[in-house]
């Protein structure tokens, strides 16, 4: 089982990148994804997840700059991310789970994490 982000990238700040993270191996369409990011020095955390019916949920840094989305064909989850800031310079990497309400929000993740792509917005 694979799971392998892309689209990170060098942006100046108020920039766009879409990423995608595809997984092989097996399907993940029975559950919910989940979008994290771990910046230099600190922990990771949650950004974004979709559930298997396509409902959303994101933290409240990116609120209204992010959008996940999923094609389960392509056994593929994306994230739109717009006005990028500099605090948004970090890896990023999907994992599949379970939505936990909280609060906050996140994923309950189930042990499946793949190499992260890397996002650096620059001032």
Same mark, same amino acid.
């Given at each position: 089982v694979?799971l392998?982000? &892309?689209?990170?990238?060098l $942006?100046?700040?108020?920039?766009?990148l879409?990423?995608s993270?595809?997984?092989? %191996?097996? &399907?993940?369409?029975?559950y919910?994804?989940g979008w994290?990011?771990?910046?230099?020095?600190k922990?990771r955390?949650?950004v974004a997840?979709?559930?298997?019916? %396509?409902?959303?949920?994101?933290?409240? &840094? $990116?609120?209204g700059?992010?959008t996940i989305?999923?094609?389960? $064909?392509?056994?593929?989850?994306?994230?739109q991310?717009?006005?990028l800031k500099?605090?948004?310079?970090? $890896?990023y990497?999907c994992a599949?789970?379970?939505v936990?309400?909280?609060?906050?929000?996140?994923?309950?993740t189930?042990?499946?994490?793949?190499?992260?792509?890397?996002?650096?917005?620059?001032?």
């Open positions: 694979q392998q982000a &892309s689209g990170g990238g $942006v100046q700040a108020g920039g766009s879409r990423l993270c595809a997984a092989s %191996g097996r &399907s993940f369409s029975s919910a994804m994290f990011r771990q910046a230099p020095g922990e955390e949650f997840a979709i559930s298997r019916s %396509g409902n959303t949920y994101y933290a409240d &840094s $990116v609120k700059r992010v989305s999923r094609d389960n $064909v392509k056994n593929t989850v994306y994230l991310m717009n006005s500099p605090e948004d310079t970090a $890896v990497s599949p789970g379970f936990d309400l909280g609060p906050p929000v996140g994923v309950k189930i042990g499946y994490w793949g190499q992260g792509t890397l996002v650096t917005v620059s001032s």
